[in-house]
């Protein structure tokens, strides 16, 4: 292993502290602000629930530097199949487009033939990731779409 310059220690943690990522987080952030532009996330949250408030599909997504990251997609089992994760998919792409979004993308190990026949395209794989598993990392890109007639 590599030795340190003097005067600094290297500590490792098993479940480092909020405190610590923030710090961490911080440090990345400036430095791509130099770089990209400023960091700025928009969180992007969407719903589908029962009558009685559970929640029965829904979505979580982070649109910055002009995309849209899908973060989750869950649809209760018992809805599989209906069509609410397309429902969720394009209310997430039309709310990324109002947002100047260019493109959307994510990783997923268990729906990307899901996400391909919604006009997804693989740019990347992790093969084993989980194990026995191979995680697909997908995008759309929104500006070259045709415009809705």
Not at 8 to 14: D, G, I, K, N, Q
Not at 94 to 109: I, K, N, P, T
């Amino acid at each position: 292993m590599q030795g340190l310059p003097e005067g600094l220690a290297l500590t490792v943690e098993s479940d480092p502290p909020s405190a610590f990522r923030a710090e961490l987080a911080a440090g990345i952030h400036a430095f791509h602000a130099g770089v990209i532009g400023p960091w700025a996330p928009r969180r992007l949250g969407l719903a589908i629930r029962d009558t009685a408030g559970a929640l029965t599909a829904g979505l979580s997504g982070l649109i910055a530097w002009d995309w849209l990251f899908i973060e989750a997609v869950f649809v209760a089992e018992a809805q599989r199949g209906a069509g609410l994760g397309a429902v969720l998919l394009s209310r997430a792409e039309a709310e990324a487009l109002a947002a100047g979004c260019r493109g959307v993308w994510l990783d997923s190990f268990a729906a990307r033939g899901f996400y391909e026949r919604h006009g997804y395209a693989v740019f990347g794989e992790l093969p084993d990731y989980p194990a026995g598993h191979c995680r697909a990392f997908l995008m759309k890109r929104l500006d070259q779409l045709p415009p809705i007639s």
